[in-house]
């Protein structure tokens, strides 16, 4: 059963108590949320004080995806708001090892995220580390894109590069994901599901939950 990870990004911002209650009833297992700072991509999306309200509402595990520069500056500060792991860039990251270390002391999951274009291979020397990859599948910075097919033979490679190494990383893959493709993506080796819009802009998103949950 994969893990079931709702993105922030894609719901009603005018009524988050409303979506946070939504997800505490729901079989969500972790609440993704989308950091963004407009340099690193090309948007700006929320930071450490609405994070820090929804941790007063809800009882999910806090995934915290950090598309910015220089994340370490407020590791931190994320920790304070309430995170529960934090997922920094290999594009942006070049003391990764530091970093991820940095994350853990802090008593947080550390995860590394890859771009669409960045190999897996580049992972080899901190795999060990690591408590998930996060696979994009598709370029970060908005939601409702479409899944990035490339992804499938990336996660496959990570898989075996996770048996070969004996690491404990978990894989996730973010974007684009939806009931069409996540069996597949499960199937090829993912252990954590994130959807947005796919879950947020369903008729029943508790059902559609139970949905990637039942795959
Ligand atoms: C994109 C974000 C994703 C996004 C996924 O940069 O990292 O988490 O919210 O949204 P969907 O599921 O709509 O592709
Ligand atoms: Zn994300």
């Not at 994901?177 to 994130?194: F, T, Y």
Request: one cysteine or more; a negative charge; glycine letters at 6%.
């Amino acid at each position: 059963m994969p893990i079931v990870a709702p993105s922030l990004l894609a719901s009603d911002f005018l009524r988050l108590g409303d979506e946070c209650k939504m997800l505490n009833e729901s079989k969500a297992d972790w609440f993704h949320l989308d950091v963004m700072d407009g340099r690193f991509v090309p948007n700006i999306s929320y930071g450490m004080p609405i994070i820090k309200q929804l941790r007063q509402a809800s009882t999910k595990f806090f995934d915290v995806h950090l598309m910015i520069v220089e994340p370490e500056k407020y590791f931190e500060e994320f920790k304070d708001a309430g995170a529960n792991s934090l997922t920094v860039h290999l594009e942006v990251s070049p003391h990764l090892h530091r970093n991820i270390q940095h994350i853990k002391s802090l008593g947080m999951k550390a995860g590394v995220a890859l771009n669409p274009a960045t190999p897996v291979c580049l992972l080899k020397d901190i795999i060990s580390d690591l408590d998930l990859v996060l696979i994009m599948s598709v370029n970060p910075g908005f939601g409702g894109q479409s899944f990035i097919r490339h992804s499938i033979p990336k996660i496959k490679e990570l898989k075996k590069l996770i048996q070969d190494t004996g690491s404990v990383s978990k894989i996730e893959v973010d974007g684009g994901i939806s009931l069409e493709n996540a069996a597949e993506i499960v199937h090829v080796g993912a252990d954590i599901l994130v959807a947005g819009s796919s879950i947020f802009k369903a008729d029943d998103p508790k059902q559609m939950i139970e949905k990637f949950k039942a795959i």
